[in-house]
């Protein structure tokens, strides 16, 4: 009876996971923030019909929402903007297959584990310190091997199995000598109890294991929230598309499109793949793939690409590729690329390991010789020689650089700089050149109408009322202009939007007109203008300039203070780059650059021994910000931008650059010092360790001191 | 002497309840969402049961 019991239980508890839950989704909610984002992003989901459950991961930034197959993940995301919270969808099957979570909880057992085992067998270990002799001494000893061994064998298999898959390919790691440090002195220790000796290293092995475990386990965290760039980049692809067949339109997954079909994009819409505009005019919004700032206009035979936002009006485009060729696509693989390229960076701690474990491992294998030679005592040697390994521990080595970017990356955190990976402040220290992109980044990426006079009250009255019926970026802000600046609104009749040209209506009973200049009639002018027509009169110019950051000049001044070469790259047309590079006093600068070409400019100037600081903010930046020294994006960057770049810079002050470099600079003088200070110790212990002078408890102090000492001297980062 | 093994079986037993605690609390994902869990304490809404 008891057995059913349980049996029956079991089933039930089992049962949710393949029971009723048919549809699992994932959104991205890149804007949240707080407590209140996480309540109310989940009763709005959970009040949804057909929404078993919602559950907001804040580190993360995604909701993982349980549903019945009735429930789209689109219908979750209008649901969300209906609130004010921006969500994208994301693939469940991109997520499952990198999800980090589960390696990142097993680490977390491992460090708890050699934890435990650490802190006993320390306890015990005071007791055999302080003079215990004899059978006391003898058990405690077993019951630390009683609890070391065991942790030892759970805790330390990342170590001992990286160390056994890098000596199968014959390629020696920094596990390796890790691993045969541990197994020696866990061996060691276990033959020396057995045979009652005095000396034996648990704790040691333990506290080893331990150190580098958090260490791995923090570096493991702070990265599971950065997903890759590539990942990002599919995420913003629209993954559904309307087709036109025979009349009607169905709405179909990107996958099921064929090169020659025709798709149909609303306003507002991202277009969905490349293809070839077949039907209707439009604006094309391309800063993020090319940093123009200005929409493009698209009408019949134009080519647009996946990713593209269209603003006005809707299209019908003929697909010439979906899926894997498209531009989006293509770009993301690029980065991909590069990023591999760019993890070939060796860190000063895997520099310093590259000397350091030849070095120590050549020590030991002397002072066993040695001993052995002049003693003929093999267990002694062998003694020795594993004190020797201890000893010069790499722990304050391993200690040099945590300290010092844990501390480093608290003062950048206070100045709104988030780095996201490990490396970055070391190579932010060592930069030689910055390299801006322009929208976006040193310009807010918004149109400010440049009222210099020129235009009367009356036009701009006229102008700002027909432009009050249109989301196009130079009609909005030029209606704030006008409010801002008092004029009150003129009587404009049948205004109407003429998508991918401007806006017409009547006035006074003339035809008035607002837009391109070919519309109006204008001579056509490159730059940011729009053009008005009142009637017969000549139409009048309304010129626009973008608003540069105003910190944007103190940072690039205190960059060239610093002998630092500044640039800019961007993909806008020459004007609007030049006026901007004048503004700044940048004379180093190039425009129309494309996302292939800013790539290849970075490779040049590395080529060249330049060290790159890549600064922007769109998807046309992606590539660059990837294949750079070291790249930084502002926190309104796309996020694919923001995915792949090292450091993101909260708030809107890029003068933060500058004192994050000085941190950084900072920072690396005080690694240098850690070292220092690690081969002082090892310079003193490594030839009393020789010499058979050292003892567990002696190994024990030198390690808490070195420690210790390294710890201090990195908080004086500034 | 006796009691150094009566200590010693207690330490162990401690550190064992601890380390079954732990591994509870791991598999149980108490430490998937740090960021959001120092939020959810401070917030208002009233869990009758935790949500998964």
Redesign the interface.
């Known amino acids: 009876m008891r057995s059913n019991l349980s049996e029956s239980s079991a089933t039930i508890a089992g049962a949710p996971r393949s029971g009723p839950i048919q549809n699992r989704i994932f959104l991205s909610l890149p804007g949240i923030h707080?407590?209140n984002c996480?309540?109310a992003v989940?009763?709005s989901l959970a009040r949804f019909p057909g929404v078993l459950?919602a559950?907001?991961?804040?580190?993360?930034r995604r909701v993982a929402v349980d549903a019945d197959s009735t429930v789209s993940s689109r219908d979750l995301v209008e649901e969300l903007s209906g609130v004010g919270i921006e969500a994208l969808e994301l693939d469940a099957d991109t997520i499952n297959a990198s999800d980090l979570?589960e390696v990142g909880?097993a680490l977390?057992?491992r460090v708890?584990?050699a934890g435990?085992a650490a802190?006993?067998v320390m306890?015990?270990s005071i007791g055999i310190w302080s003079g215990a002799e004899n059978a006391?001494r003898e058990?405690?000893h077993w019951?630390s091997a009683l609890?070391a061994l065991p942790a030892l064998a759970y805790a330390a298999q990342p170590f001992l199995l990286a160390a056994f898959r890098a000596l199968i390919v014959g390629r020696l790691s920094m596990d390796v000598p890790i691993s045969v440090a541990i197994i020696l002195a866990a061996g060691m220790s276990l033959y020396e109890v057995s045979a009652g000796g005095r000396h034996a290293y648990f704790d040691a092995a333990l506290a080893l294991t331990f150190f580098l475990l958090a260490g791995r386990f923090l570096d493991h965290r702070a990265r599971a929230s950065a997903r890759s760039a590539a990942l990002e980049l599919a995420a913003l692809e629209a993954p559904r598309a309307r087709r036109i067949k025979m009349g009607k339109t169905e709405i179909l997954q990107v996958g099921g499109i064929y090169p020659g079909d025709r798709i149909l994009v609303l306003a507002g819409e991202r277009i969905p793949v490349d293809g070839r505009v077949v039907e209707g005019s439009s604006e094309i919004d391309r800063s993020h793939l090319t940093g123009e700032n200005m929409p493009a206009t698209a009408g019949t035979d134009s080519v647009v690409s996946a990713g593209e936002l269209n603003l006005t009006g809707a299209l019908t485009i003929e697909a010439a590729a979906i899926g894997e060729s498209t531009r989006l696509r293509k770009l993301a693989r690029a980065v991909e690329i590069a990023e591999t390229a760019r993890n070939k960076y060796s860190s000063y701690a895997n520099r310093a390991a590259a000397f350091y474990v030849p070095a120590v491992h050549i020590l030991a294998v002397l002072a066993f010789a040695g001993w052995y030679w002049s003693e003929g005592d093999l267990r002694l040697a062998l003694n020795v020689a594993i004190a020797v390994l201890i000893i010069t521990c790499p722990c304050a080595l391993g200690l040099a650089v945590p300290a010092v970017s844990t501390v480093a990356g608290g003062r950048l955190f206070s100045r709104n700089i988030l780095l996201k990976s490990e490396t970055a402040l070391e190579r932010l220290a060592l930069i030689d050149t910055v390299v801006f992109d322009k929208t976006g980044t040193l310009t807010s990426g918004k149109f400010k109408f440049s009222d210099d006079g020129s235009v009367s009250r009356r036009d701009f009255a006229i102008a700002a009322s027909l432009c009050a019926i249109s989301q196009h970026p130079l009609s909005v802000s030029l209606v704030k202009a006008a409010r801002d600046s008092g004029i009150e609104a003129a009587r404009i009749a049948d205004a109407r939007e003429s998508p991918g040209n401007g806006i017409e209506g009547r006035w006074r009973d003339q035809r008035v007109r607002f837009g391109r200049a070919e519309w109006v009639g204008a001579s056509p002018n490159s730059g940011n203008c729009a053009f008005l027509k009142i009637g017969r009169e000549s139409p009048i110019k309304f010129a626009y300039a973008e608003s540069v950051r105003n910190d944007a000049r103190n940072s690039i001044n205190g960059f060239k203070a610093r002998g630092i070469e500044v640039r800019i790259l961007s993909g806008d047309l020459e004007e609007a780059v030049a006026r901007v590079a004048d503004q700044l006093g940048i004379s180093n600068w190039a425009a129309r650059v494309s996302p292939e070409q800013k790539m290849s400019e970075i490779f040049e100037l590395a080529a060249r021994g330049k060290r790159v600081l890549m600064v922007g903010d769109g998807l046309n930046d992606t590539g660059a910000l990837a294949s750079a020294h070291v790249s930084a994006a502002p926190a309104s960057a796309l996020d694919a931008a923001r995915v792949a770049s090292d450091i993101v810079v909260l708030g809107t002050n890029l003068e933060a650059l500058n004192q994050g470099h000085g941190i950084a600079r900072s920072a690396r003088k005080r690694i240098l010092e850690n070292f220092g200070i690690a081969a002082a110790y090892n310079a003193i212990a490594i030839p009393l360790a020789m010499l058979g002078f050292a003892t567990p408890l002696a190994a024990a102090i030198a390690m808490s001191a070195s420690s210790l000492t390294v710890t201090f001297n990195s908080l004086r980062v500034r | 002497m006796d009691i150094v093994l009566l200590l010693i079986a207690a330490t162990v037993m401690v550190g064992i309840i601890w380390l079954a605690a732990f591994v509870w609390a791991v598999r149980n994902k108490q430490f998937s969402d740090p960021k959001g869990d120092s939020f959810r304490i401070l917030g208002s809404d009233y869990d009758d049961s935790p949500k998964k």
Not at chain 1, 55 to 60: M, P
């Open positions: 707080c407590g996480i309540s989940e009763s459950s559950r907001v991961n804040l580190t993360l979570d909880r977390l057992l708890g584990v435990f802190l006993n306890l015990f006391t058990l405690l019951v609890v």
